[in-house]
C-alpha cells in the first residue's frame, strides 16, 4: 500500500497506484483519477500496513500513530433532526400552557 502524508504526517490518502507524474503536476491515483499537486507538500510513501486510516492516523518515522486532531464527521442532517424534535416540543408546551 501506498499513501500520501501531508506537512504535519497525517494520512491524507492512500492507495496501490500512486504515482508521481510530472505531466499533470503531481502525485496521481491512477485508478481514481486523482492529482495532489506538488504545491500541497505532500509525501509519497511506500510499502506502509493496509490497515492505514485516511485521517484517522499519521505515519511517523516508519510507525503508525493516532492522529490526535482527528474529529469524527460533523452530521448535520442528525443535529438538525434532534433540534427540530426540541423546537415542536417547547412549541406545544408553549401552547399548553406548561
Known amino acids: 500500500m501506498k499513501i500520501l502524508v501531508d506537512r504535519n ?3 491524507i490518502h492512500k492507495s496501490e497506484t500512486i504515482t ?19 504545491i500541497l507538500d505532500v509525501t509519497l510513501i511506500e510499502d506502509v500496513p493496509n490497515s492505514i486510516k485516511v485521517q484517522k492516523d499519521k505515519y511517523v518515522n516508519g ?22 424534535k426540541i423546537i415542536d416540543q417547547l412549541l406545544v408546551d408553549s401552547l399548553m400552557g406548561v
Do not use: S
Not at 64 to 79: K, S
Open 9 to 11: 504526517n497525517v494520512v
Open 20 to 38: 508521481m507524474d510530472n505531466d499533470k503536476g503531481g502525485f496521481y491515483d491512477i485508478t481514481e483519477n486523482i492529482v495532489f499537486p506538488t
Open 63 to 84: 510507525q503508525i500513530a493516532p492522529n490526535e486532531n482527528y474529529q469524527e464527521p460533523f452530521n448535520l442532517e442528525a443535529t438538525v433532526r434532534q433540534q427540530q
